[in-house]
Nanobody, 124 residues
Framework: VQLQASGGGLVQAGDSLRLSCAAS????????MAWFRQAPGKEREFVAA????????SYRDSVKGRFTVSRDNAKNTVSLQMNSLKPEDTAVYYC??????????????????WGKGTQVTVSS
């Protein structure tokens, strides 16, 4: 599976962005899909994930209520709607696909495929 994230940019605090991840080469129906991010000088961290069928979601605490992850298996895409952005959300955002258990979707080493990141910068 090849993954390509897009939609990043420079915004002000309080603004919104919608990230998209387009998959090719294989259907993503059999994969849980996740978003991770990495800020300069920090380790990569889990942001959000959506289950194979789309009914299950998971978020890190700091983005709950602000971010919404979704998927469209027919279009082979995953999205991350980010509202009320904060400067601490500044990072490179990556989408990833996992064929392992849902309970491990927050662990980056369980991801099977990664896309190139897209930069999100939130100014104060």
């Amino acid at each position: 599976v090849q993954l390509q994230a897009s939609g990043g940019g420079l915004v002000q605090a309080g603004d919104s962005l919608r990230l998209s991840c387009a998959a090719s080469g294989r259907t993503i129906r059999s994969y849980s899909m996740a978003w991770f991010r990495q800020a300069p000088g920090k380790e990569r961290e889990f942001v959000a994930a959506v289950s194979r069928g789309g009914s299950g979601t998971s978020y890190r605490d700091s983005v709950k209520g602000r971010f919404t992850v979704s998927r469209d298996n027919a279009k082979n895409t995953v999205s991350l709607q980010m509202n009320s952005l904060k400067p601490e959300d500044t990072a490179v955002y990556y989408c990833a696909a996992s064929n392992t258990a849902w309970s491990t979707v927050h662990l980056d080493y369980t991801m099977d495929y990664w896309g190139k990141g897209t930069q999100v910068t939130v100014s104060s």
